[in-house]
């Protein structure tokens, strides 16, 4: 009978593997960016917070 046979998976070639390198490392240097600005949007709410709180109060 026929076997079925085994499936292998796709291998890339020298430029494929390169581009999906430099993908990848893209790809990682925007989230790291992406972070970084949430992080600092959050610090300068926290930073503004306590002063806006400041000037609503009656004097």
């Not at 796709?10 to 600005?37: G, H, I, M, S, Y």
């Amino acid at each position: 009978m026929n076997a079925p046979k085994p499936k292998l998976s796709p291998t890339l070639k020298e430029k494929a593997q390169a581009d999906l390198e430099a993908r990848l490392t893209r790809e990682a240097a925007a989230l790291r960016a992406n972070l970084k600005r949430r992080k600092q949007q959050v610090r300068d709410r926290t930073e503004k917070a306590p002063q806006d709180q400041d000037d609503s109060e009656p004097a």
